[in-house]
């Protein structure tokens, strides 16, 4: 299939991340992010606490919150590599 004719479900994606880009691509947007990370505390560990004493319920917590930004950070990537891409394609 050429680009200009997708899949209805790759077309789909497309533009969900395309909506994900215009909502946290913005310098703006990216603080947000950022904050919200921060927040959620995704740059520590899942398992806290002293080794055996750990809550698994606290660490099913703390995976699924570093789960829901993995998955935005890795459409805003595809996103970009897209947007990218489409530039390119455009000008040739």
């Known amino acids: 299939m050429s680009p ?5 479900e790759v077309e789909k994606a497309r533009a969900s991340r395309r909506r994900l ?3 946290f691509g913005s310098p703006q947007g990216e603080q947000v992010l950022a904050e919200l990370e921060q927040r959620f505390e995704t ?4 398992f806290q606490g ?4 750990y809550d698994a319920l ?5 995976d699924a919150h570093r789960e ?3 998955v935005i950070r890795r459409q805003l990537s ?4 897209e947007a990218k891409q489409e530039t390119h394609n455009h000008e040739h």
């Open 68 to 70: 829901v930004f993995l």
């Open 50 to 53: 002293k080794a055996g004493s």
């Open 21 to 23: 880009l215009a909502v």
């Open 58 to 62: 606290d660490a099913m917590r703390r």
């Open 78 to 81: 595809l996103a970009r590599q």
């Open 43 to 46: 740059h520590l560990p899942v």
């Open 4 to 8: 200009t004719h997708l899949p209805p």
